[in-house]
């Protein structure tokens, strides 16, 4: 291929549940024209009515459409996809979250009257763990020698891709009441009952001190927002409490920005909260066993040399509480209020590993890069 040809990308989203794999695909697409106006993306989604509550403008019953400057075809609309990808052959596929091929795409790429060889990136998880180093950039099989595949990781080393960086640090918007401490819940469906009470006992506890505090929990769409609101009707807090609507996704990173403490979930948001420099709290999706505690604590170990001792075991000891199956309510209380309670003080410790991961490099960049060296 010719060195001076503008990269053709493909990128492929299945939404599987709760919008981070669109969310996240979304972003990189977003990313990947900023950083290079002449890339041309093709963006194949199997859920267009997920997308479009993120991106606005996008029609969720159109077969095919322009939207930025790319074209976005519906997954399932096997033979106009057929027809526009046989007239143009995709040169690189990125397969988001090692997602399958649609059928129409995987009956072109090993058609074996197509000679030109492809380069398809499988693009996974984000994780802390060390396999993430491991497994970035590694080749891996496939049945044909046309379609060369290799992985790109995400994550927070230098020996990964990194994170998408597409927001200047100094954009930090202006928060809608300047003298509230605002929470965001942003969680599964889970007890929020210890979360609940830690929030009322930190706002009692200010208000002692300034009685002019007021304190709010904003609820985000999703899975948790029904489990929250009813904890929190049932309560005697007197915090005050709002259920956020779905938000495009620039709302939700200014929102996410302008919060005092976060208390977030996913895959996208999280690196959003890694980014913002705001104390937060993660909850990791809920795996057989507790299996998620090993991802939460290859986590809190990228964290952990950026806090004093004595500051991280209150991070660690929230964390480990929020995401454990079976824990004591009023343990989980108490470890989320002291989190709260040192939240102002810690913040410049977030702020330090967001710092970190934005000196660390672009993952869009990179994986830009990365295509222009191999893939051309």
């Not at 000679?115 to 049945?143: G, M, W």
């Not at 939700?252 to 420099?277: K, N, V």
Request: proline share 4%; net charge negative.
């Amino acid at each position: 291929m010719d060195k001076t040809h503008p990269l053709d990308i493909t990128i492929l989203c299945k939404v599987v549940d709760n919008y981070g794999d669109v969310g996240f695909a979304y972003r990189l697409a977003r990313a990947l024209s900023a950083l290079d106006g002449n890339v041309r993306i093709r963006f194949v989604i199997d859920d267009l009515a997920s997308f479009a509550l993120l991106a606005p403008g996008i029609d969720s019953h159109a077969a095919v459409q322009q939207y930025e400057n790319w074209t976005v075809f519906d997954w399932n609309a096997a033979d106009v996809c057929t027809a526009s990808f046989s007239k143009a052959m995709p040169e690189i596929v990125l397969q988001c979250f090692q997602c399958p091929y649609p059928e129409w795409l995987e009956a072109l790429l090993f058609d074996k009257k197509n000679t030109a060889v492809v380069h398809v990136v499988n693009i996974d998880y984000l994780t802390a763990e060390n396999y993430a180093e491991e497994f970035h950039c590694l080749k891996s099989l496939t049945r044909s020698s046309r379609v060369q595949k290799v992985n790109f990781m995400p994550g927070f080393t230098s020996k990964t891709g990194g994170l998408i960086l597409d927001r200047k640090p100094a954009c930090v918007p202006v928060k809608k009441n300047p003298d509230e401490f605002s929470v965001l819940i942003f969680g599964y469906a889970r007890d929020y009952a210890p979360l609940v009470g830690a929030l009322s006992a930190f706002e009692r506890e200010r208000r002692k001190e300034d009685e002019r505090f007021s304190l709010c929990a904003y609820a985000a769409a999703g899975q948790g927002q029904d489990a929250f609101m009813k904890v929190y009707a049932d309560s005697n807090a007197h915090f005050a409490a709002e259920r956020l609507p779905f938000l495009a996704q620039s709302e939700w990173d200014d929102l996410l920005y302008a919060m005092d403490a976060l208390f977030i979930r996913g895959e996208d948001s999280l690196s959003r909260a890694c980014l913002s420099g705001v104390p937060f709290v993660w909850q990791a999706y809920p795996q057989e066993d507790d299996y998620q505690l090993v991802k939460v604590e290859a986590l809190l170990h990228r964290i952990k040399i950026f806090f004093p001792p004595d500051d991280f075991a209150l991070v660690e000891n929230a964390w480990r509480l929020y995401n454990a199956s079976g824990t004591s309510p009023r343990d989980t209380e108490k470890a989320l209020l002291t989190f709260l309670e040192a939240s102002c003080r810690i913040k410049k410790y977030f702020a330090a590993f967001a710092s970190a991961l934005i000196a660390n490099g672009d993952f869009a960049r990179r994986l830009l890069d990365y295509l222009r060296r191999f893939a051309l």
